[in-house]
């Protein structure tokens, strides 16, 4: 099965301090994903990428930045934590245009920012 | 922006009920619609997935997809314990590669 390794697992960070989350997959997967987790709220794309060097906004971007600097690799940058940064973060990755196309998760890491 | 509404928010189920769960989604160009299961404390994996309009069977598990309807289900007969979890329905555009989830639902399944 696909693996996708995440670091660190769990992080605690002080307001407007700046955190990085790591992203490592090794199936050569074009798409990878990061979402953020919250009761209520199901999955929600923050950022995503087709390929090494591409980014995209998702759906709540804003407070985060990304950066895939090879096809491995996807990071997650909060530059200014905020305390509604809390959450749970999982990344994913998975290819696109097939037919049994899925995605793969990586454990998740717990983010506290007090 | 695509938006993906999953209802029940919750359910209980006796063991051996068939269960069914539901998900809508406002872009009609979608063309990639998925489940995700995700025990407590675990990421989500997929369950199964379908592109085209119509029913999908994979074991005790059933898709049903009606596009012009801006709706797909997911049925699962004779339920579990082992089943207990919060499921997630995931759409997208393959052009775009763009993958939504819904709000998910949280099923209990009592023995």
């Known amino acids: 099965e696909a693996a996708v390794t995440q670091s660190p697992r769990n992080k605690v960070a002080v307001t407007g301090g700046k955190v990085t989350l790591s992203c490592n997959q090794t199936?050569?997967?074009?798409?990878m994903y990061w979402y953020r987790q919250d009761t209520g709220h199901g999955l929600r794309l923050i950022h995503y990428?087709?390929?090494?060097?591409?980014?995209e906004k998702g759906d709540i971007p804003d407070g985060y930045k990304a950066s895939r600097p090879s096809q491995e690799n996807f990071s997650l940058i909060l530059e200014l934590a905020t305390p509604s940064q809390t959450s749970v973060y999982f990344c994913?990755?998975?290819?696109?245009?097939?037919?049994?196309?899925?995605?793969?998760f990586g454990h998740g890491t717990k983010l506290s920012v007090l | 922006q695509q938006k993906v509404q999953q209802s029940p928010e919750s359910l209980i189920v006796p063991e051996g009920a068939m269960t069914s769960l539901n998900c809508t989604f406002s872009?009609?160009?979608?063309?990639?619609f998925a489940w995700y299961r995700q025990h407590s404390g675990k990421a989500p994996k997929a369950l199964m997935s379908?592109?085209?309009?119509g029913e999908k069977e994979e074991g005790r598990f059933t898709i049903h997809l009606n596009k012009a309807s801006l709706h797909f289900s997911l049925h699962i007969r004779d339920s579990q314990p082992s089943d207990s979890a919060l499921y997630l329905c995931?759409?997208?555009?393959?052009?775009?590669?763009?993958?939504?989830f819904g709000t998910g639902t949280r099923l209990q399944v009592l023995p």
């Open positions: 995931a759409v997208s555009r393959t052009n775009t590669n763009k993958v939504v």
């Open positions: 990428s087709y390929g090494a060097g591409s980014t």
């Open positions: 379908i592109f085209s309009n």
């Open positions: 872009d009609s160009a979608s063309q990639y």
């Open positions: 994913a990755s998975g290819d696109a245009g097939t037919a049994n196309e899925r995605l793969f």
């Open positions: 199936n050569n997967h074009n798409n």
